[in-house]
């Protein structure tokens, strides 16, 4: 059974720190996705990881895939409040068939 | 541009009785997908569908649950007898056909919160 771990669950962080975010899965995969969720809302689409080492950028955020480690990360630069969210990697091993999530990370940036 | 859309956005029923969640998902789209976020945890796949049948279904979808593509635009999940434990924000995805056939991400649509009393 494929596994997703995500940490930290909670990150609280300064304006204009930076942070990374880590997604460990247990199955090997070549498919990653972040998505991000503000309260009560649904799931916006960041990054489509779909090699090893694939790397991509948008704004503060890059996300980058490591096949061999089963890792992802999330990086953040300089913090801003609007990142305030939570942050979900899920990860594809079925071919397009069903993304496991993992558990969330919850992003508070602080002033 | 185009999105994913459902209706309701708020579902409130006494436990014991049928719900349908309706989903319009984008329509060049032929793959389909339910998920689950009970308050505060993690989303949970339940269901994918593709060409009029279930594709792939989860341990939660057991057979109080069912889905249907009644037309050429929408998308249901239909709770038989639902439980207190269903509560939770239900999300319809699609997704199409990528390069050289591979498949594309999946777009969420706003969900359906679903609250059993």
Redesign the interface.
Known sequence: ELKVEQNPLFLSMQEGKNYTIYCNYSTTSDRL?W?RQDPG?????LF?LLSNGAVKQEGRLMASLDTKARLSTLHITAAVHDLSATY?C?V?I???????????TRLMVKP | EPEVTQTPSHQVTQMGQEVILRCVPISNHLYFYWYRQILGQKVEFLVSFYNNEISEKSEIFDDQFSVERPDGSNFTLKIRSTKLEDSAMYFCASSGLGLAGTYNEQFFGPGTRLTVL
């Open positions: 996705y998505y809302k649904s799931l916006e689409s489509v979900f899920a594809d079925n071919a397009g068939n069903m993304l496991t999530f993992g558990g969330g």
